[in-house]
């Protein structure tokens, strides 16, 4: 199994451009979350799915969007890139949402805003 | 509120050397407590967690993990550090809601 695989690695954007990430799983998770990674500040959540055709907000949702069509994928967008959206972006999935559920992460997407 | 915090944002040990990194956690019931590790420029691995039962918890790599109730600590601990276990440690904790809440994570640097 491949696991958790985000696409692209890494990219540069210009302010105002817009973008999508992609975020794959093979382990048949029904959960999927999109974090955010910046120096000092640990990992906040902007968006999660429960399942497919669902989407919820996390802690910091502003100046993203997302998409969960099929069960295994879900899509983050960005509709006008900004600066302050500069960080690397971490993909998780996991069985269920219980308390003792174990989250899986990909690789990351570093991301920088000019 | 829940949150987690990670008091120290290095920790320098010499291989070898026991290691501990430190979290301390505040929410309200029982508390279910996380470790995960992230290598240079790779995701967060999963390294152990606590949910009910032995205060002592075994995880990957050697790691293990002390959960204190009275001190609302859950420390991360090796009893001989390597020079591959430098990484940076996030220690998280679920909130009332079943969200993950991450530490600032702390930085591990061991030499040789």
Redesign the interface.
């Known amino acids: 199994n491949a696991g958790?695989t985000q696409t692209p690695k890494f990219r540069v954007l210009k302010t105002g451009q817009s973008m999508t990430l992609l975020c794959a799983q093979d382990m048949n998770h029904e959960y999927m979350y999109w974090y955010r990674q910046d120096p000092?500040?640990?990992?906040?959540?902007i968006h999660?799915s429960v399942g497919e055709g669902t989407t919820a907000k996390?802690?910091v949702p502003d100046g993203y969007n997302v998409s969960r069509l099929k069960k295994q994928n879900f899509l983050l967008g960005l509709e006008s890139a900004a600066p302050s959206q500069t960080s690397v972006y971490?993909c998780?999935s996991s069985f269920g949402?219980?308390?003792?559920e174990?989250?899986?992460?990909?690789?990351?997407t570093r991301l920088l805003v000019l | 509120a829940q949150s987690v915090a990670q008091p120290e944002d290095q920790v320098n040990v010499a291989e070898g050397n026991p290691l501990t990194v430190k979290c301390t956690y505040s929410v309200s019931g029982n508390p279910y407590l996380f470790w995960y590790v992230q290598y240079p420029n790779r995701g967060l691995q999963f390294l152990l967690k606590y949910i009910t039962g032995d205060n002592l918890v075994k995880g990957s790599y050697g790691f293990e993990a002390e959960f204190n109730k009275s001190q609302t600590s859950f420390h991360l601990k090796k009893p001989s550090a390597l020079v591959s276990d430098s990484a940076l440690y996030f220690c998280a904790v679920r909130d009332y809601t079943d969200k993950l809440i991450f530490g600032t994570g702390t930085r591990l640097q061991v030499f040789p």
Do not use: H, N
């Open positions: 958790v000092g500040m640990g990992l906040r959540l999660y996390g802690e971490f998780a949402q219980g308390k003792g174990t989250q899986y992460f990909g690789p990351g």
